[in-house]
């Protein structure tokens, strides 16, 4: 919740959803390893996503967080717009 409350208050991403606990199977340090982690998803613009991966990456007690980004290929306007005019002050 905490990445989410502080992506959202600064305006870096519209809104978020927390969801979880998800199983992540995945190498570390040389090994294989599985633990139980939450997923958070933000939306934000292509503009502003440099901004929220500073921010995520700055913030997460991880040295090397799982951050990436998916485009949005379809989506209502009048929640595009949202999204915008959330994270860009238009």
């Known amino acids: 919740m905490t990445l989410a409350g502080g992506a959202t208050s600064a305006r870096l991403a519209a809104g978020a ?3 979880g606990p998800v199983t992540s199977v995945f190498w570390h340090l040389g ?3 599985s633990s139980e982690e939450w997923q958070v998803l933000l939306y934000t613009t292509a503009d502003r996503y440099p901004q929220l991966e500073a921010h ?3 913030a997460h007690p991880w040295d090397n967080p799982q951050v990436t980004a998916v485009p949005i290929v379809h989506g209502s306007a009048a929640y595009l717009a949202w999204v915008r005019r959330t994270v860009e002050g238009e």
Do not use: Y
């Open 31 to 33: 090994e294989q390893g």
């Open 17 to 19: 959803q927390v969801a």
């Open 56 to 58: 995520l990456i700055d």
